[in-house]
């Protein structure tokens, strides 16, 4: 293997410094020649230089990373937001630290505890529970040395960056296209110990009065975001005369159907049904399954341009502008799920 090429071997070629040679490569003002500019960076090609980001970050004060802290990278919308960051992050000519809370919200405040200490120039964080995140991880959060984006889940009460969908008008759009179907007796299966839940079903619930009809408890049932509890908490769902059900994510849908499969019930043959995320339904789900879409492109864009914001702030040493909220707009996608009754 090739030794690795220094700062040194470059300076001693062109006769200059050590420190020149350093800022001229890393684009710092000095008082070099155009002449010896361009002899440093020819060399540096020819030698295939590759700067080292541990000394950089010491000049620059710039670990050029960044980190991402998700409770479930097993699920398709934040494998897809993962994706997403990191691949903008990287067009931006940075690093992106991805970790995984499982779902703890111990977990959480460690994570961002670690992050920080590697030297991250800021955060993106969906945490793993937004309705009790715990005393520590919040007083971490007031006290962050470095800029932050919620993402997707907001813990209530604290004054930070965050970007999400409407989780609300999401809930709203999926019943509402329920509803307009014909269909009157539409069960959901929603995660009742979230917000991101407890706003899809208040949308869920704001459709059914709008058509006159009252919530009905009997019909809305709690499971977690996982395959497996969807699969256990749809059992309760078979029992009832539903003619329809929103899933409030893909996972429960895909719990949702696994048990209708197994009791030989078929979409939308038996039953109606309308997903949330469209993360993958087309490749997961047959039939493909009508979908509240929320767009992990749009979603990652967003946040990145909020973080960078703060970023560039911080390297003109401006004041930080008041804390800033994104909420973008979900939509549906209809697909072959959903018959008329």
């Known amino acids: ?23 001229v490569l890393n684009d710092r003002p000095c008082k070099i020649s155009a002449e010896n500019r361009r002899r440093i960076k020819e060399v540096a090609r020819k030698k295939r230089y590759i700067p080292n980001q541990i000394a950089r970050s010491l000049v620059t004060q710039h670990s050029q990373t960044l980190g991402l802290v998700v409770p479930n990278i ?3 919308f934040f494998s897809s937001l993962a994706r997403n960051l990191e691949l903008r992050c990287r067009e931006r000519g940075y690093l992106l ?10 977990n959480d405040t460690e994570l961002v505890r670690l992050l920080v ?22 007083s971490m959060l007031e006290q962050l040395p470095v800029p932050y984006v919620m993402v997707d889940r907001f813990i209530e009460g604290l004054d930070c960056d965050k970007v999400g969908f409407n989780n609300e008008q999401g809930g709203y759009l999926a019943t509402s296209y329920l509803l307009g179907r014909g269909h009157e007796r539409v069960a959901c299966l929603i995660n009742k110990e979230s917000n991101t839940g407890l706003e899809r079903m208040a949308g ?4 059914l009065r709008e058509r006159g009809i009252e919530p009905d408890p009997e019909l809305e049932f709690h499971t977690a975001y996982y395959i497996d509890d969807a699969y256990e908490s749809a059992k309760d769902f078979l029992k009832t005369d539903a003619t329809a059900v929103f899933a409030s994510s893909d996972n429960i849908a895909l719990g949702l159907l696994k048990l209708l499969y197994a009791h030989d019930l078929r979409v939308p043959r038996d039953y109606s049904v309308v997903s949330y995320d469209n993360s993958a339904a087309d490749s997961l789900f047959e039939p493909a399954l009508t979908s509240i879409e929320q767009n992990s492109g749009e979603l990652a864009d967003a946040a990145i341009d909020l973080l960078f914001a703060r970023l ?19 939509k549906i996608v209809v697909k072959n799920s959903v018959r008329w009754l």
Do not use: C, H, W
Request: aromatic letters at 2%.
């Open 204 to 207: 869920y619930e704001r459709a």
């Open 1 to 23: 293997m090739a030794a690795k090429v220094t700062l040194k071997d470059i300076a001693r070629e062109v006769g200059l410094s050590p420190t020149s040679v350093s800022l």
């Open 97 to 106: 630290l991805i970790t995984n809370s499982d779902g703890s919200k111990s």
């Open 117 to 138: 200490n590697r030297g991250v120039d800021g955060l993106f964080i969906v945490v793993s529970d937004e309705l009790r995140p715990g005393r520590e991880l919040a």
């Open 74 to 76: 097993e699920s398709r």
């Open 312 to 330: 560039a702030e911080a390297d003109a040493g401006t004041e930080p502008k008041g804390s800033v909220s994104t909420i973008l707009r979900p």
